[in-house]
């Protein structure tokens, strides 16, 4: 089939096209700059000029495409709300397009704030209390009504691999800055993880295989305690693993305290059974052993 891909070229997004490309499928990605379009013509895919606050662009990609994924997110943590009001918009907006059809549309969200501190499953809905993207993920999942066959892809806050700059990447610059690796706490609080690669194939399998309405998890490792990751990226570092007090931890991790504080494991046994989902690429800590954050 012929799928439209936003973020096309971002982390996640340039795993996506290659494995779809792989898999007989031809792609249409949605590039704001001369640089993501180079990428994507160089991937293989062809190229729409666009962005995520250019429905004109939304509407033709999804008007050509037999499936859309939705990977794209502006990132903007200065000015969270507009990031989610447009991404909010571009579902609608490829909704509307797909409506009446029936073909797929994937889009991604997270396990973040699901059932802190007990197992989340594919089952357990969506809670826009706990994190900010939910209702855009709730808004999406409604459009299975309207006949289009919308499924949600629940990632792990750690999508990790080469060329990851996300949360690991920043525990890795916060352990140079001052000196150790810290946990918080006793450290035993957990965090799911998966590989980009193995991301890229469960994208993949959803838009082929899921039914209507659907959500699956993209979490390879339910839960790693957080001093575990601690540890290894003090041993890769040379620097001890340091628990840090809970009422210390804004001072010493910033923004990504509350993050690093949540215990979040979720579970991907559903997934994999129903997608027949298997991933088969290196663990967080393999990745950290591997020096992809700090060589």
């Known amino acids: 089939m012929r799928v439209f891909v936003t973020g096309a070229s971002g982390f996640i997004g340039s795993a996506v096209v290659p494995e779809l490309i792989a898999a007989g499928h031809r792609v249409l990605g949605l590039a704001r700059s001369d640089a993501s379009a180079r990428a994507l013509r160089a991937a293989g895919a062809e190229v729409l000029r666009g962005d995520l606050n250019d429905p004109h662009s939304l509407q033709a990609g999804a008007a050509e495409a037999d499936g859309v994924i939705h990977l794209g997110f502006i990132h903007d943590f200065a000015n969270f709300p507009a990031s989610l009001a447009t991404d909010g918009r571009a579902i609608e907006t490829i909704g509307g397009v797909l409506g009446g059809s029936n073909r797929p549309f994937v889009i991604a969200s ?30 999406a999942l409604a459009l299975a009504a309207r006949g289009v066959r919308v499924s949600a892809v629940r990632l792990a806050p750690t999508v990790h691999g080469p060329g990851d700059h996300g949360f690991v990447h920043r525990l890795v610059e916060i352990a140079r800055e001052k000196g150790v690796s810290g946990y918080i706490g006793e450290g035993r609080n957990r965090w799911p993880a998966v590989h980009r690669l193995d991301a890229a194939l469960l994208f993949r399998l959803t838009l082929e295989k899921a039914p209507a309405g659907s959500v699956v ?32 931890a804004d001072a010493h991790f910033g923004w990504l305290g509350r993050f690093f504080a949540l215990d979040q494991p979720a579970s ?21 052993a591997a020096g992809h954050y700090t060589d």
């Open 110 to 139: 997270g396990v973040v704030g699901l059932t802190p501190g007990q197992l989340a499953t594919e089952e357990v809905p969506f809670e826009a209390r706990a994190n900010p993207r939910a209702a855009n993920a709730v808004a």
């Open 217 to 248: 998890h993209g979490v390879a490792e339910e839960g790693i305690a957080t001093r575990t990751i601690a540890e290894a990226i003090g041993r890769k570092l040379g620097l001890p693993a340091t628990a840090i007090a809970p009422e210390a």
């Open 268 to 288: 991907n046994a559903l997934t994999r059974a129903r997608l027949g989902w298997t991933p088969t690429h290196p663990t967080l800590l393999e990745d950290v």
